[in-house]
Structure formats: structure tokens, C-alpha cells
């Protein structure tokens, strides 16, 4: 988890398949302008709404079990979902079971049982498969009945800036999203629609897009967000065996297969014109469904990725509420690029451009800005 930030919850760089496949800072953009995408911000986070239900079945079940029994009960309602999902191939069932349920044998808490459950899913799943604590669950749902307040905006989406850099060269950062709230994210989403547009109607027509601080979250926001760079149609799929669903942008709406994800308020439609080179920039950082995102991009025409390697969890997945208030977080299938070609891992850039810490230059958007001005 070394590529967590401190403001996302350990482990919410992930995003979430649709159900149908289970079994702000800116340079030249006017105050003005900002002012009142901060006041929207500002204005849905605060009638955000709880999961009052989700926080009442957790107290109950929490008061009707204590010490091992709650320990092995949440094991055992673990343990089924990912016997659902294997990931790997080969799995001792019962060797893993057994020894599971002898290191529980001592368990006082849940919290012991979290620990048990996260080393059977590093044998089962691999690194992208964990247990979101309550705490951090809460506040991904947007659970403000369990949280008992309502989250600041800074606790759900990463910084979020745009600028025009050089005459008809836009630059974007799209930021990570912890959250599932459907308000939050259409908030995000209209948002980042709304930068692109500015930064359009002031004569952008060549694009950086900054994924490097983009630890993940929820890819769809991002993905109906960016989406006028995108353009209509397939931008990458969901491999489960012998199963392939797609991921599709169109007029406003992130989809999986024909499910509506996340969509905009007021979609913004660039031209061919409008959008004729693109540079995409990676980085360590670059994770889950920041990945998701470059890999939207990559196989386009006149776009080039640009920067370090990616942190290399390239595999999606879907989730199961446990009845403690935590969140079971499993993989369940694979990520391919818009030409169907499998991504195993890292996604390697097509100019490998290292960050020189010792300087004050940004060394990747200086050469990214370089490539465009001539191309």
C-alpha cells in the first residue's frame, strides 16, 4: 500500500465493477469561474445524505456477537464471497481454511479477523484484494449516519487544477475519487467536464492530462469527466475468463457495457479540431483506476503517454459489505486497453521521463509540453 495518500483510506485506490458482471487549483482560469464550481462543491457536499440502513444492520450485528465468535462469524461470511472470486489458480482450500481458523481460535475482536481474512486474499487474490476497515468504509459510502458528521470534500477527491500552459495547450490534473456516493461523484464529474470546456473556449486544442497523483478510488467519475477527450465509443474492457464486458464513454455518461456509471449534468462535446494531440502523464502513483484511465487513452490516435511506469494494479474490482461495517474489496477479473490487448501490470509509457526531485522544474510536463508545441 506504499502509494496510498494520507487523505485517501488505505486500500480505496481501487474502483468498482457494475453488479450485471458479478456472479481545486488553476492558474489561469478566473476566480470567478472556480468560485462558483466551489461553491456547487460545496453546496451538494453539504446535503449529502447517510446509509443509515448499512450503519444500523453493523451496530446490530456488532451487539449480537463478541470476541472469537464475531471474529470467526466475519471470517466465515468473508471466506464465501471469495471462494466466489479466485483469482489464482491452484488454491489449497482446506490447508487455507484450517490454518485460518487456528489463528482464530485466540481471536478477541473483529480486528483480528481482519488481519486473517487480508492473508487469505494475498494468497487467493494478490495486492489489489483487501478488507476496508468500518471507519474507511463509512466514509467510501458516504455513511454519514456511522460517521456522524458529514466528510469535508478534501477526505473523498484528490486536488483537482487546469491551466492553459501555452497558446491552445491545455493542462488538466484529474484527481483520485474515495467515494461511491452518486452525488459526489456527478459533482466531480460535471466539474472536470466544466474545466475542459473553459479551457477549450479559450482556444486549447492540445491536452496534457496528469494522472501522477492519481491513486485511484472510482474510476467512473473520472471517466465521464474526461470524457470529451475521450471521445464517443469503446475505451478499454473488463476480462473475466471466457467474459468480456466494455467501458464506453458517451454524450456525458461513463458506462459498463450499457450501464449508466456516472454522467453529467451538461456534457461538453469537443471537435476533432479541439482535441488533436494528446500527452497523458504517469507515474509510482499511478494506480488502480488511474490506471483504468490511462489505459482509456492508450491505442488513440496522436496520443502519447509520457513519464514513469505505473504502480501496476491493473485488475478490477467488486465489493461485499461485511457485517462489522467493513467492506470486502475483491478482484475479479482483468483490464484491456481499447484495442482488446490484456495489460499485465505496469503500464509502461512510450517515453520513459523520470522526475529529478532536485529540481524545481517539472521535468515530465516540461517535455510533455515540449512534444506538443512540435508536433
Known sequence: MGNMSNSLPPGCARFVLSPEFVEIETNSIPIHYMQRILL??????????????????????????????????LFEQALEYIQRNPFKKDISWDSLIATSREQLSAATSVRDAHTVINQCLQQVQGAHSFVMPARHAALYHNDTAQLKRIPAL????GAMSAEMIDQGIGYISVPWISSSDPAVCALIA???QSLIGHLAKQGATRWIIDLRKNIGGNCWPMLAGIGPLLGNGVCGYFVRKARVTDIRYREGAALHNNTTMCKVSNPVTLTDQQRQQIVVLTGPKTSSSGEILALAFKGMPQVRLMGEPTAGLTTANTTYDLFDGSTLVVTICQEADRTGRICEGKIV???????????????????????????
Open 40 to 73: 456547487l462543491l460545496l453546496l451538494t457536499t453539504s446535503v449529502s445524505y447517510g446509509q443509515s440502513g448499512r450503519s444500523q444492520a453493523s451496530a446490530m450485528a456488532t451487539t449480537l456477537l463478541s470476541g472469537q465468535d464475531s471474529a470467526l462469524h
Open 154 to 157: 478534501k477526505e473523498l477527491v
Open 190 to 192: 460535471d466539474s472536470l
Open 349 to 375: 509509457p512510450d517515453d520513459i521521463i523520470k522526475s529529478d526531485p532536485l529540481k524545481e522544474e517539472d521535468v515530465v510536463k516540461a517535455n510533455a509540453l515540449m512534444w506538443l508545441q512540435s508536433n
